[in-house]
């Protein structure tokens, strides 16, 4: 079993920066494939970024050059730089975890909102 805790959402204006982190535990993270996924009111939740074990990295063409996603194993934590933020952006960030992404364990969730 694994527990996910997100934190560092806020409200921000356009163009600023916000990082979250997820924490977990209950076990390791290595041996998960980590992501964040991210749920605007009255939309689907929707695939941010996500990092395997070996760093590959992938990213949603809507977040490109903007969020950079990394992982601390050691100190069992994942962030999500985020920086040029849009109002589009607003949403309710989940941490997520897993054997492939979208894997098993989820986070209760961290409110972004981005003011234009």
């Known amino acids: 079993q694994v527990q996910l805790e997100e934190s560092g959402g806020g409200l921000v204006q356009a163009g600023g920066s916000l990082r979250l982190s997820c924490a977990a535990s209950?076990?390791?993270?290595?041996?998960?494939?980590m992501g964040w996924f991210r749920q605007a009111p009255g939309k689907e939740r929707e695939f941010v970024a996500r990092i395997s074990l070996g760093r590959i990295i992938q990213y949603a063409d809507s977040v490109k050059g903007r969020f950079t996603i990394s992982r601390d194993n050691a100190k069992n934590m994942i962030y999500l730089q985020m920086n040029s933020l849009k109002p589009e952006d607003t949403a309710v960030y989940y941490c997520?975890?897993?054997?492939?992404?979208?894997?098993?364990?989820w986070g209760q969730g961290t409110q972004v909102t981005v003011s234009s």
């Open positions: 209950g076990r390791t993270l290595i041996t998960y494939v």
């Open positions: 997520n975890a897993g054997s492939v992404v979208p894997g098993n364990y």
